[in-house]
């Protein structure tokens, strides 16, 4: 039988404010275990929570960005369970009257733009982490816990069961990285925590409209990881099914360096939770007054930047697409088209050889040492005829290493391009009189001959000629002007 998969996504991200949601406590990351905390984040009795303005801003904002009706009239409820890393007892949340519902997020998978419906987006507090002496809590003498985390803000970005495939679903959390990148609300850090995903898995024949039974995957730290986990329980609940099984609804946890999901608990449904209005925070009343002027705040989004990029500057949608995927890149490209108006080269260097060694050297484009008058330089020295393009890319990754500028490279490195065309010319001369065999076979009728004698131009000016006035003065003497 043909089945299919439905996914759906539950990411939480934490925000970029300064201080946590309910109290003053810092949210900068790290710092000795528990020194970001006070009798707020700990739960102590008699303490009351404050609600960080920003917090609500910021989920505003996401909600506008991914389409969502923003709700007049929300709260906050109380999510009840007992844990180490939760020294409350219960996490503040919210339940049915999220900040925002009923949105959606364009995707585009192999070229085809699909809409994945966003269901909520709800506020809440983080909460601490365990330090366990072993290497997971089951094989560990005792575990630590760090409560500098709890009452940080997050965000919940719950999309509805429309994804289909791997594909789609990592094709949905990288544009959603770049919205909360572009709006500024997260930083977006899988490795430090500021970005998680899980996901609800299940699958169907092909042509059913009834839901499958699910699993939902935890611990997926990349979107490579993602990927793989998704792929593997999607086969995983196939064979199950084809064996004659059923699927077991429950929290499977993804273990990557075995390549597997893991079965951990079975699965909580929300009335264990205990839900009811948190009583230390009034309600929130949302003027739409707010609502238009955070709206107005907005940046130019991906989708919308990655069109203004093919309008004004001819780019091709894949080239705009990717560029657009992180707003530092395309904060990069933007500036350096600013100071070199050629967009097409600029973005072949920057997709290419830029994103290679970025990617090479697992960097992000803010860490990189390359600035975009550097790479503006650059293209004017190939463009001079100073520098060839062979050059430029050794050039490029000199810069990408060290930071200096191109022309600093050129000249320590003597890598200026011989364009004067006396002294091309009598290397032309020597290499034609050295060959004449060659020079005979070009004459024949054999092309190929040419290359073969621009080679040997190169080869005796240690590659420093430029090539095009090379294969000039040898077109010219060979008379097939
Ligand atoms: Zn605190």
Not at 92 to 113: C, F, K, R
Not at 194 to 212: E, T
Not at 235 to 254: C, D, F, H, K, N
Request: proline share 5%; aromatic share 6%.
């Amino acid at each position: 039988m043909e089945y299919e998969a439905v996914i759906g996504l539950e990411v939480h991200t934490e925000l970029k404010t300064n201080s946590k949601v309910f109290c003053g406590c810092t949210t900068a990351f790290g710092g000795e275990p528990n020194t970001h905390v006070c009798p707020i984040c700990l739960g102590l009795p008699g303490v009351l929570p404050v609600l960080n303005k920003r917090v609500v801003e910021f989920a505003i904002k996401i909600g506008l960005a991914l389409n969502c009706k923003i709700a007049a009239f929300s709260k906050f409820d109380r999510k009840n369970y007992y844990y180490p890393d939760l020294p409350k007892n219960y996490q503040i949340s919210q339940y049915d009257l999220p900040i925002a519902a009923g949105g959606y997020l364009p995707i585009e998978v192999n070229g085809e733009t699909k809409s994945i419906g966003i269901t909520r987006v709800h506020m809440e507090e983080d909460a601490g982490k365990l330090l366990h002496s072993g290497e997971s809590i089951s094989r560990s003498p005792y575990s630590l816990v760090d409560y500098n985390r709890t009452g940080v803000p997050l965000l919940e970005i719950v999309s509805e069961p429309d994804l289909r495939t791997p594909e789609e679903a990592r094709a949905y959390l990288e544009k959603l990285k770049a919205i909360l990148q572009y709006t500024d609300v997260s930083d977006c850090k899988m490795e430090e925590g500021s970005l998680r995903c899980d996901a609800n898995v299940s699958i169907r024949p092909v042509g059913s409209d009834k839901f499958g039974t699910k699993t939902e995957i935890k611990n997926m730290n990349s979107f490579r990881a993602l990927q793989r986990a998704l792929e593997y329980e999607i086969q995983r609940q196939r064979e199950v099914l084809e064996s004659g099984g059923r699927i077991v609804q429950e929290t499977r946890s993804w273990d990557e360096a075995k390549g597997i999901t893991v079965s951990m608990r079975s699965k909580e449904q929300a009335h264990d939770y205990r839900y009811f209005p948190e009583p230390d925070l009034v309600p929130l009343v949302i003027e739409r007054e707010w609502v238009e002027e955070i709206r107005r705040s907005l940046p130019e989004l991906p989708d919308a930047r990655k069109e203004r990029l093919i309008r004004d500057y001819g780019l091709p949608p894949y080239d705009a697409g990717v560029i657009t995927s992180s707003r530092d890149l395309a904060d990069f490209f933007d500036r350096t088209v600013a100071l070199h108006p050629d967009a097409k080269t600029v973005s072949n260097w920057v997709m290419g050889e830029l994103l290679r060694l970025l990617n090479a050297g697992n960097l992000d484009i803010t860490r990189s040492l390359i600035k975009p008058a550097g790479l503006a330089e650059l293209l004017r020295l190939m463009d001079q005829g100073t520098i060839s393009g062979k050059m430029a890319k050794v050039i490029f990754e000199e810069m990408f290493s060290t930071g200096k500028d191109p022309g600093t490279i050129v000249r320590e490195q003597g890598l200026v391009q011989i364009s004067d065309e006396g002294e091309l010319a009598a290397v032309v001369d020597r290499v034609l009189a050295g060959n004449p065999g060659v020079v005979e076979d070009f004459r024949a009728g054999k092309e190929r001959a040419l290359g073969f004698l621009v080679g040997q131009v190169m080869k005796e000016t240690k590659g420093k000629a430029n090539p095009g006035l090379v294969n000039k003065l040898l077109k010219e003497r060979l008379g097939s002007n």
